[in-house]
């Protein structure tokens, strides 16, 4: 055996080949084999519950959910009543987003969903990057009317919607949650993350928000990913991507964990952790659930 193979997990052998016509192996998804699956559409009937307030948010508080409820409480920090949301709890874990009801409002079976009631006519909304452009229109806030800073906050934004794939789906599965480690998988996404660090840290060297001197949805977007990875709070990868090194990204990840409606936002449709809201109805339920945790954990 040579040593290239010697170092190859034996269920994933160095001769491995692609079949000519792909099957499906349940048991290759990992920590999410339960509800990983090739095919859209829902397992089961489920109507989402309607709350009070305009919008109605289907959630979780993962990195995608943050930013929709981080941009609802800075819309509601700076006083736009009408922006008041409930946010009900989606558990991926347990495969509620594969209800009837939730695919009605987002046919790809990921949160955040949203339903814009506000107007005659309900409007659907999902991907959190349409949520957000979505949101911003509406209110004409955190999205700059002048067109050169306006193209400098979306291209942020959809740098950070075509790039946390990488980090989530790529590194943060290989890296802790597939079934075995393969270095090759970890290094080629390790490497990447690393990249994209550096990208943010040059840009935040330059600038003090991504956009420039405004607080926009870029920031909102990319700060539930890559803020928490710059403080080693995603995937136990801290000081293996050595992410203190990237001093202006640290720099801006602390100024925005001190917003308000940054620290209520993360809060929202929580499953873990003291201080977290497994749903939001109201502003006086932050009160009832004090919050106890670490700066962005």
Known sequence: ??????????????????AKVWTWNKENGGRFANINRPIAGPTHDKALPIGKHPFQLYSLGTPNGVKVTVMFEELLELGHKAADYDAWLINIGEGDQFGSGFVSVNPNSKIPALMDRSGKTPI??????AILIHLAEKFGAFLPTDPVK???ALSWL????????????????FYAYAPFKIEY??????????RQMDVLDRRLGEAEYLAGDEYTIADMAVWPWYGAMAKGLVYGAGEFLEVDSYKHVQRWTDQLAKRPGVQRGRRVNRVQGEGGLRERHDASDFDAVPEKTPEQA
């Open 158 to 173: 959809f740098w950070q919607v075509g790039s946390a794939p990488y980090l989530g789906g790529g590194f943060g599965h």
């Open 1 to 18: 055996m040579t040593d290239a193979a010697a170092a190859v997990p034996p269920n994933c052998p160095a001769d491995y080949a692609p």
């Open 124 to 129: 659907r909304l999902f991907e959190s990057g």
């Open 185 to 194: 998988a970890i290094d080629r996404f390790a490497m990447e993350v690393k």
């Open 150 to 152: 306006r193209a400098e």
